[in-house]
């Protein structure tokens, strides 16, 4: 079946660093998801992209999608305190149902 | 957030009892999804429904089973709970005209 991989698992950075989470399906993904989960929380959505190569900006937040449709990731520029979390991505691909398949998640940790 | 409660948000159990957990939402959507996380392991799909009667199980669906008899009401039944059932458990919905899912605040499962 589908796999989404996402590296890494942790990441540890200095508040005012940047971070970057990557994630790679074994399969064609007809769109990829990514969102955050606070610790003790919730899995909260960020962003959906669509489109070969598409690239979206949320303030600090760049997601990207790549050419083939099998790999995504996410850059936070400067990181904060409020950035601390786990951060998922999520794929589907065409027919499955409107079901899909999350990578491990990367946790990140910030240092004030 | 979406309109999606879960009961009970915390249980103890022992091994060998029954146990349901309830996924309950107030938009009308028809696509209700149950999954687990697990350090490690992110987050995976057991079961998923797309309509009142019609569900389908998901990648780890074994020693689960699922019930839709009303659109706002999805239950989770573990028939006979056993330690490795221990989890986090998330109930989420579809929005409309996207893939993007709507968690619900989590039950955490601890079964003895």
């Known amino acids: 079946g589908q796999q989404v991989m996402q590296i890494p698992q942790y990441q540890h950075v200095q508040e005012g660093e940047d971070f970057t989470t990557y994630c790679n399906s074994s399969?064609?993904?007809?769109?990829i998801q990514w969102y955050k989960q606070r610790p003790g929380g919730h899995p909260v959505f960020l962003i959906q992209?669509?489109?070969?190569?598409e690239v979206k900006k949320q303030k600090r937040l760049t997601f990207q999608f790549g050419e083939a449709k099998k790999n995504s990731s996410l850059h936070i520029t400067a990181t904060q305190t409020t950035d601390v979390g786990t951060y998922f991505c999520?794929?589907?691909?065409?027919?499955?149902?409107?079901?899909?398949?999350f990578g491990k998640g990367t946790l990140l940790t910030v240092n004030p | 957030d979406a309109g999606i409660t879960q009961s009970p948000r915390h249980k103890v159990t022992e091994t060998g009892t029954p146990v349901t957990l309830r996924c309950h939402q107030t938009?009308?959507?028809?696509?209700m999804y149950w999954y687990r996380q697990d350090p490690g392991h992110g987050l995976r799909l057991i079961h998923y429904?797309?309509?009142?009667?019609?569900?389908d199980k998901g990648e780890v669906s074994d020693g689960y089973s699922v019930s839709r008899s009303k659109t706002e009401d999805f239950l989770l039944t573990l028939e006979s709970a056993t330690s490795s059932q221990t989890s986090v458990y998330f109930c989420?919905?579809?929005?409309?005209?996207?893939?993007?899912?709507?968690f619900g605040p989590g039950t955490r499962l601890t079964v003895l």
């Open positions: 938009e009308n959507h028809r696509y």
């Open positions: 999520a794929g589907r691909s065409g027919g499955s149902n409107y079901k899909l398949t």
């Open positions: 992209l669509v489109k070969s190569g």
């Open positions: 399969t064609t993904l007809s769109n």
């Open positions: 429904s797309y309509g009142v009667k019609d569900t």
């Open positions: 989420a919905i579809k929005g409309l005209g996207a893939d993007t899912q709507y």
